[in-house]
């Protein structure tokens, strides 16, 4: 058995693009039997298939790559990321399985597939879009609690953690550091990560209490506990919580001009 779907709408909308009408037949045969699979239009073009996506607005696409009029991933180029639905690529031939998850297809089946492959593909595809929705209502969500609370003096990161949303003020932040596309928010014995570039986190914080010591990492003065100078200008930064990070000497001026700001209590 696999994870809890619940949260699955009552039907999944699809639409089956391929331009052999009995593989379009096949499929609408293994789909029979999959009770909460709704198909809503079955294509045999490109054009085709781009107005029915944009039409139906579908949640899941079975699409074949080699069309008379262009290929699959054409289709999925012509509209807008954000509406396209879960997709898997059928075709017979296996060497576009890299540009296939490339364009973030969540499956590849390599036709002559049987039932049991579709079936595996789609219950992915029911986890795949359970997600999406998940991510849907979580962001609408978040865009409304961070819209009530611009200006506000009280400025939170909004982090999903484990299925949880979690508040997380500015001041709650010790430092931040990159990884990759994502950033590290670190606050006391907790490690949030949240997707994007620390120049993107940086824009966001009040730069009278944050200030970039490396290119890497950011730190919120107030949890400075000691500079420590080492070579050439640089300087090992010593947090209260006895964490030591590396402050590069492009940077240290600008701490240096955040510290002799912060008033002495």
């Excluded at 296996?94 to 595996?120: G, N, S, T, V, W």
């Excluded at 709650?172 to 990759?180: G, I, M, P």
Aim: charged share 25%; glycine share 4%.
């Amino acid at each position: 058995m696999g994870p809890e779907l619940s949260s699955l709408p009552a039907s999944l909308r699809t639409v089956i693009v391929d331009d052999e009408k009995p593989a379009r037949e096949k499929l609408s045969i293994l789909l029979a039997p999959e009770s909460d699979i709704k198909v809503v239009a079955a294509c045999e073009n490109g054009a085709s298939a781009i107005a029915a996506l944009q039409e139906t607005k579908p949640d899941l696409l079975l699409l074949d790559i080699s069309l008379p009029d262009m290929d699959g991933f054409a289709v999925l180029k012509a509209l807008p990321a954000q509406e396209l639905p879960v997709v898997i690529f059928t075709t017979a031939y296996d060497h576009y399985a890299i540009r296939a998850f490339e364009a973030h297809a969540l499956d590849y089946l390599l036709k002559p597939f049987d039932h049991q492959r579709l079936r595996e593909a789609l219950h992915r595809a029911r986890l795949a879009v359970r997600t999406q929705t998940e991510r849907v209502l979580t962001n609408k969500l978040l865009t409304i609690l961070q819209g009530t609370r611009a200006g506000s003096a009280d400025r939170r990161f909004l982090v999903r953690s484990g299925g949880r949303v979690v508040f997380l003020a500015y001041d709650e932040v010790e430092w931040v550091e990159a990884a990759a596309n994502y950033v590290r928010l670190h606050a006391g014995k907790a490690c949030h990560t949240l997707r994007g570039s620390i120049g993107t986190i940086a824009l966001k914080l009040p730069d009278n209490q944050f200030v970039r010591i490396h290119r890497s990492t950011i730190v919120n003065v107030k949890t400075i506990k000691e500079l420590q100078p080492c070579n050439s200008g640089e300087f090992i930064v010593v947090l209260q919580s006895g964490k030591e990070l590396s402050c590069s000497r492009g940077y240290a001026a600008e701490l240096r001009r955040l510290i002799e700001n912060t008033p002495v209590l």
